[in-house]
């Protein structure tokens, strides 16, 4: 089967698109059990029965075949799991090939930790939740249900969004002077594409942990001041930033009920400075109010996939290669600087999955965390990812940041970290 990539398509060429998660097993978990497990779930994916396929006139496709081989890389005790997430996001993923997962394991007595580092093109945030509970429900002997490959927009979805006029003709002009001008880039682009990106370039993670005492204190505070967790993650980010900020957040379009793999997230922004004159709460509530005001107006909410739908699969590819390889093209330098993709990224990039809807215990097997750690796209400066374990109460939160800024960045993460602690305290 052959099903077009349109909304993911900003994905395909970024040369920093990286999704990584954790997930500490407890019990006792043998290395050929854990690839069994992981080659059963896998297989119980479309999605990840898939190749990517580059078709001359500048498409591209998922393309499902035969199922994938698994390797799990067994690690040494010592190696930090932090340090092969930044290692690898470097290596471009040989999609052609269908390699859209790497799996890394460390095996220490009771206990496993199973990274998955996978890229965008497989799935969101949730997607790999959802894969970690099918890995675990294989390893318990159990059998999760088929799920097909299911591409946005879902019935329903087609006409949110739609774009104001004015946008409208500025997108038909841009195709127009790209038609005239443009060109399809290959899997050798690709690959020159990320070695020239990353030759100056590499990542940091950091990562704080909430307890689940201190999580239920959060989630107490939020439900009694009308606010979310996601709410107040902001407001502590915004309070240690000291300034006016852009506020980037990812936004599920995932449809009720759907637990395959897939990319069902969207984007909104909001711009917000800290009044120090008024309390952390009243703060939150601002920002509250500004996050659901766009996510409750299809037109905001929708907005970015309209607009990448309107724009020529192979201009979207050029904003890339003019950003960062060098590549001369008007329209293309256009759509460059739509998507910041030159310059200095400024703003904070925020992706929560929130309380993951996925059980702990598994038979024998235990889930005790989950650490999820978005992409730093091009075009953010650092990105925070959390995530809740929802039985364990356990959140986690992460930072990416650029190496040559992390220790300023790093700075921030903690005073940011530490307001949410105090107030979880409080």
Known sequence: MKA????????LFSPSIQVSVMAVIGGKV???????????????????????????DGRAFYETGEEKEIHIRK???????????????????????????RFFAWFVEEECRLLIIGHHLAGDGMSFACLTRDIMTALAGKESPYRPLQLYPFPGQEAKGKLNPPLKFLMRRLNSSWDKSGRVFGWADYEELHRKYWENRDIRIS?????????????????????????????ALARASGEKRSIGLAASVRPDGYEGMGNYATGISI??????????????RRVHRLIYKKLDRESDKYFLLRFMGELRPSLVDAAYFSGYAGYENKAAGMVRDMFGYHG?????????LGKLPIPSVYGAYRLKEFIFAPPLVPNAKRLFGAATLGEEGVLNLTMTAGKE?????????????????????A
Not at 271 to 284: G, I, K, R, V
């Open 207 to 235: 990562l704080e942990t909430f307890p689940k005492e201190e999580c239920e204190n959060l989630l107490t505070g939020a439900r009694e001041h009308q606010v979310t967790l996601n709410s107040l993650l902001v407001t």
């Open 344 to 352: 200095n990224p400024k703003g904070i990039s925020v992706t929560n």
């Open 75 to 101: 690690m040494e005790v010592e190696e930090d799991w932090k340090e092969v997430i930044q290692n690898q996001a470097s290596i471009p993923f040989a999609l052609k090939d269908g390699e859209l997962l």
């Open 4 to 11: 077009e990539i349109k909304k993911e398509r900003t994905h």
């Open 271 to 284: 711009t917000y400075a800290y009044n120090p004159s008024l309390d952390f709460w009243e703060n939150a």
């Open 405 to 425: 800024d992390f220790l300023r960045e790093e700075a921030f993460f903690r005073q940011a970290a530490a307001i949410l602690k105090g107030m979880a305290e």
């Open 30 to 56: 043998e290395i050929q059990a854990l690839e069994t497990a992981v080659k059963k779930a896998c297989s119980r994916n479309e999605m990840l029965r898939s190749r990517i396929l580059l078709e001359e």
